[in-house]
């Protein structure tokens, strides 16, 4: 397949270039941060982004660039909206019928109130970002064809320690501060990047799947009770975190539980689960001396 990717400089992106170019054919799009195997696309101008696609012909697109900071995004609401609606608006209706279109989306279309969501579970976001992704989701799922994976937390090596999100901050937190303190209320399923690739490689490769999907690390902790994980994986005493009981006042408010049952995927056998142990130890390795 020839595959279009968006956000392909970001977190995610960068792993989902590299595992689909492995049997396929990736054309992939950045914005700021360029490359030699990246081209730029400025996803908020629909005049660029059909000349992209009618110049490209894919046959699927992988649309993983958006604002996910949802305190940005409650901060910018014509911001986000324009970057995580607009954008796939454009992207789909400038697409052959035929091509497909697989947009990642969050558990941040759930409130959070009665875990775990099945993929038909009832969307009712809390922030605005989680708004954005529940009307990009509608204009994707209007295309008979289109795929929504919806993920949670990610984690996994970036291309720089700086950049490998959670855990490298935790990291470094931990080790630069005598005691820190850990949000001890909300549910958090950090999910491997690699094992989402897998799944968004998984869906694409077979013609059958369409509808929303889910793809979630199924077990479940505190910023607190990772932290505690980690913190025992470099070595440093558990005495030195202390929980936090209740939540710190932010732009966002965020979902205390918006576990995902991942029950479609699992139906069709796909079922990858990096244990957040050896994801803490390929970010860890990732360091500078
Ligand atoms: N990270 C998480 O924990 C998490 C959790 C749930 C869902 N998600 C979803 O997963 C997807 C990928 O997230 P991520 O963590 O990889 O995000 P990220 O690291 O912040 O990457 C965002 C990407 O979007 C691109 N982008 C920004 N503005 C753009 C524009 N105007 N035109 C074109 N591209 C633009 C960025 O390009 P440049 O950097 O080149 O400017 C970058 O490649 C998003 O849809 C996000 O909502 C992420």
Redesign the pocket.
Known sequence: MRIMV?????????VIQRVLAREHEVAA??????AAHRQ?????EAAAVTAAVERLQPDAVV???????PDFCEQHPAEAWR??VE?ARALLASLPAAARFLF?????VFDGVHPPYPEDGERHPINY?GRT?VAAEDLVLARGNGIVL??????GPGPRFQ?S??IAKAAQTIEEQAVSEWDDVIQRFPTAIDDVAAAVAFLLEREDTAGIYHFSQRTGGTQYAWVQRLADIMGVPRARLQPARSLVARPARRPVNSQLANRRLAALGFDRQTDFETVARQVLATRCP
């Open positions: 968006t956000g392909a400089s970001g977190y995610l992106g960068q799009y950045g914005h700021r941060q360029v730029p696309l400025d996803l908020r649309h993983c660039a958006a604002y996910r900071d970057l995580n954008s990642i989306s969050s558990d941040y970002y992704k919806r993920v949670p937390l990610l984690v950049q999100g959670f």
